[in-house]
């Protein structure tokens, strides 16, 4: 006799792409409580687990996914999800960096990186160094979170800096 357990999910809607597949639309499918405050799974902390698959439910499908984290290019959520669904809240960020990021297929965004805390003197790259294989962004439509394995360069649009960076160094060096 065979037996299945049922775990119960909460499903965050999605537009999900991978390589060399069209993006397509479902749910992700996140664990209801994760610790001891009855907080859920985020989208964010399922792409950054240890996990080597994650569930995802194909709306032209009622069968259930699991796909290989590393091959998912990007998540798209459309500002109409709750924050408490995306992201954790010990994840509120201070710093922002208005950025064009290139993926590895030539397709291109301009979006909005934000990380570290109030008071935080962590760079840019410092953050996009980190052991976290996705990263939070936000688009016009809303949240992308994207594979930095996907990423073929990241160009940062602000030009505050690099007037900043020429007055420190006197040649205007990167």
């Keep these: 006799m065979k037996y299945s357990v049922v775990i119960l999910k909460l499903r965050v809607a999605v537009h999900l792409s991978q390589p060399r597949l069209d993006p397509r639309d ?66 509120k960020s201070a710093l922002s960096e ?8 030539e397709r291109r965004i301009e979006a909005t990186i934000r990380w570290g805390e109030i008071g935080s003197h962590v760079r840019l790259s410092d953050f996009l160094d980190s052991r976290d294989l996705f990263v939070l962004v936000e688009a016009g439509f809303g ?3 994207v594979n930095k394995r996907r990423i073929r360069q990241i160009r940062i649009l602000n030009s505050g800096n690099l007037s900043e960076l020429q007055s420190t160094n006197g040649a205007g060096r990167r």
């Design 143 to 145: 949240t992308l979170i």
């Design 98 to 105: 208005r950025v064009e990021i290139s993926f590895i297929d």
């Design 26 to 91: 479902g749910w992700m499918l996140l664990f209801p409580h994760i610790d001891d405050s009855g907080r859920a799974e985020t989208v964010l902390e399922l792409l950054n687990s240890d996990r080597l698959v994650v569930p995802f439910l194909e709306w032209s499908d009622s069968s259930v996914l699991l796909l290989v984290r590393e091959n998912i290019d990007w998540v798209a959520i459309g500002a109409d999800v709750p924050g408490e669904m995306v992201f954790p809240p010990d994840r």
